[in-house]
């Protein structure tokens, strides 16, 4: 199992977000997470990523892998994250090739002792390439466009390979075709054996393969299961308190105001 979830409770500073919590993911899985802002879909994902840590008590646990332990090292090689705090926190003194090559050492920005190969090297290009941000090969980070930076994030997401990605709101700041990329790269991913956890507000980044849609308000989860089921005008209408209407064709999805 990717993640199992019981019984969690989590504090961000004085605000207590989820009390009992829970999720459980199985590996291969594709789920995407909506709800409305502040609904606690970030804090979901810093709970799976250790940036924060549930409350400790009795018949309560996070395990990822199957372990409530796991080395942080370990869970970054398995996992390739975007998320609009990384792109906020990533250190602005690096080039574009460092903030790809860093992905293969699960670091922000300069990859201390650890020197990236040859073979790295050639790979990180190489996805710059597909990706349309070669150009930024030399250029500082904070020197860049906000879509840019969030290109070179998707690229550092996947250059190593992960098992999982966990994309928190990914297309923010794309323009359409780099947001056709992006959609391009996440299907091309998903794998049988791969996981993917996408949170977003755009029902038309749901991408075919997600087969699971959770939605989050409050810091509960008031809905999860098949994506059919969980996508209908009327869960979406009372998830975001307005009326709407969810179409579908061929497995995409739209949303649009009743
Ligand atoms: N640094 C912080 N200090 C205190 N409370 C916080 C902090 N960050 C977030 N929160 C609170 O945690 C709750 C959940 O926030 P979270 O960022 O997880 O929501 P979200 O569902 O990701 O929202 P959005 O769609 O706006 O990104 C919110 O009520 C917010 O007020």
């Known amino acids: 199992m990717l993640l199992d979830i019981r019984n969690a409770d989590a504090w961000v500073n004085q605000n207590k977000i989820f009390n009992g919590l829970n999720l459980q993911i199985e590996q291969g899985e594709k789920i995407a997470v909506l709800g409305p802002n502040g609904a606690g879909k970030s804090t979901l994902l ?3 990523t250790r940036e924060i840590y549930p409350v400790v ?10 372990s409530e332990t796991i080395n942080l090292w370990e869970l970054r090689k398995k996992i ?8 906020a926190d ?6 574009g090739l460092d903030v790809v090559l860093s992905g293969f050492f699960g670091s922000v920005g300069q990859h201390g002792h650890l020197q990236a190969t040859d073979e790295q090297r050639t790979q990180a290009l190489q996805t710059m390439k597909q990706l349309g941000i070669i150009q930024a090969e030399s250029i500082m980070y904070q020197r860049l466009s906000t879509g840019q930076q969030r290109r070179l994030l998707l690229a550092r997401a996947l250059i190593h390979q992960p098992e999982a990605l966990i994309f928190d ?5 794309l323009d359409p075709g ?9 299907r ?3 794998r049988p054996d791969h996981s993917l ?14 087969q699971r849609v959770v939605l989050i308000k409050q810091g509960k989860i008031v809905a999860d299961g098949d994506k059919a089921r969980i996508l209908t005008s009327t869960n979406i209408s009372l998830l975001y308190d307005i009326p709407v209407i969810v179409s579908e064709q061929d497995n995409w999805y739209r949303i649009r105001p009743a």
């Not at 780099?178 to 996440?186: E, H, R, T, V, Y």
């Not at 755009?202 to 997600?210: G, M």
């Open 46 to 48: 810093k709970l799976i």
């Open 57 to 66: 008590k009795e018949n309560s646990y996070i395990r990822l892998y199957g």
């Open 80 to 87: 390739g994250l975007l998320s609009q705090d990384l792109q």
């Open 90 to 95: 990533y250190t602005p003194y690096c080039t």
């Open 169 to 173: 709101e990914p297309s923010s700041g």
């Open 178 to 186: 780099a947001a056709f990329a992006l959609l391009k790269q996440m």
């Open 188 to 190: 091309n991913f998903c």
């Open 197 to 210: 956890i996408l949170v977003t507000h755009h029902l038309d980044e749901i991408i075919p393969e997600v």
